[in-house]
């Protein structure tokens, strides 16, 4: 099946910095999502991107569409404390329509 | 607005035992419906999902079944617990694209 490969698996920072994580496939997709998931809570969907090359914003995170379809890239800037969590990125293919293939997730803390 | 709805919010439960966990949504119609389980510090593994009433579809072989008696429920079910059904199980729905909206969860532990 299809499988996503997210980086880094975790990330230590302090406050303030800037963030980046990508995923990347084998395979092509049409749809790419990022996800943030707070301790015992379910993911919240953060970022959609539907085109190739599309470059998206929401407040300080920008997610990017990767112009091969195999990529995605999500950066933070000026990290806050409550940007603590674990981001997933999704993918979905026209072959695989109304179901997402979800990378393992990035453990991101920050040091106050 | 819509919002999902998942309970309980945590469960411990004995070997052998069964379960029922259910998933409601409000303020929309005919969603697709997801359910997920999360082992600790793991990714999201898709167990079932259901484009309709009656309409399930199983992701992967296992102890568990899925049911889907109205357009807004969703509910996952296993006649016997086993110690490896122990996870954080995410109810999730969509309507535009792929864009999967998820419920607070369960913590399941079986004992």
């Known amino acids: ?112 | 607005s819509q919002t999902i709805h998942q309970w309980p919010a945590t469960l411990v439960q004995p070997v052998g035992s069964p379960l029922s966990l259910e998933c409601t949504v409000e303020g929309t119609s005919n969603p697709n419906l997801y359910w997920y389980r999360q082992a600790a510090g793991r990714g999201l593994q898709l167990l079932f999902y259901s484009v309709g009433i009656g309409q399930i579809s199983s992701e992967v072989p296992q102890n568990l079944s899925a049911s889907r008696p109205q357009d807004r429920q969703f509910i996952l079910s296993s006649k016997k617990l086993l110690l490896s059904d122990s996870g954080f199980y995410l109810c999730a729905w969509s309507v535009v694209r792929d864009e999967q909206y998820f419920g607070p969860g369960t913590r399941l532990t079986v004992t």
């Open chain 1, 1 to 112: 099946g299809q499988q996503l490969n997210q980086s880094p698996q975790s990330m230590f920072i302090q406050e303030g910095e800037d963030v980046s994580m990508n995923c990347t496939s084998s395979s092509i997709f049409n749809t790419w999502l990022w996800y943030k998931q707070d301790p015992g809570e379910g993911p919240v969907l953060l970022i959609a991107l539907y085109k190739a090359g599309e470059l998206t914003s929401n407040g300080r995170l920008t997610a990017q569409f990767g112009i091969t379809r195999k990529d995605s890239f999500l950066n933070i800037s000026a990290s806050i404390p409550s940007d603590v969590g674990i981001y997933f990125c999704a993918g979905q293919s026209s072959t695989n329509a109304g179901k997402s293939t979800f990378g393992d997730g990035t453990t991101l803390t920050v040091k106050p």
